[in-house]
């Protein structure tokens, strides 16, 4: 089974916490379901008085519970490693050192985030912080799938 690494890559950058994300091993499928979901099929497996959209996530949720040997989580990216990353990217690729100095006061406290944001603006950074951001991603992908003995497409 292979799977294209930057179908992964992003996967895991637009994952959120309300929901999992998993490939489903014999198609290669990537399957999304809510945490709502699956915690209601937990509960309560019936389809009743369900339609549509409704109904196909609550079969999703329930197949996966069911056959939960065939699907494989993908990780999802907390805010404490976006600030890692973020707090890496200032000391280990932003020059000059009065940059670096503005940068990482800026993302000290409630805010970390809208500030570092306006900073890359300010020094025209964003495109170094993408490319930056898209390289870490790529090794929590190649660290998921080496995990979970999956084959990349590079």
Request: aromatic share 12%.
């Amino acid at each position: 089974m292979t799977i294209k690494l930057e179908t992964i890559i992003d996967e895991i950058d637009s994952s959120f916490r309300e929901w999992k994300v998993f490939v489903y091993m014999p198609t290669s499928e990537i399957v999304t379901v809510s945490l709502d979901d699956l915690r209601v099929v937990e509960d309560d497996d019936s389809l009743e008085g369900l339609s549509g959209w409704q109904l196909d996530a609550r079969k999703q949720a329930i197949h996966i519970l069911d056959h939960e040997e065939q699907y494989i989580e993908l990780p999802v990216l907390e805010d404490y490693e976006e600030y890692q990353m973020i707090e890496d990217f200032c000391t280990d690729v932003i020059q000059p050192l009065h940059i670096r100095q503005d940068f990482l006061k800026a993302i000290n406290g409630k805010g970390a985030f809208r500030r570092f944001k306006n900073k890359l603006i300010k020094y025209d950074l964003d495109e170094e912080w993408y490319a930056y951001r898209k390289q870490q991603l790529q090794k929590i992908a190649l660290q998921w799938a080496e995990k979970n003995q999956i084959k990349l497409e590079l």
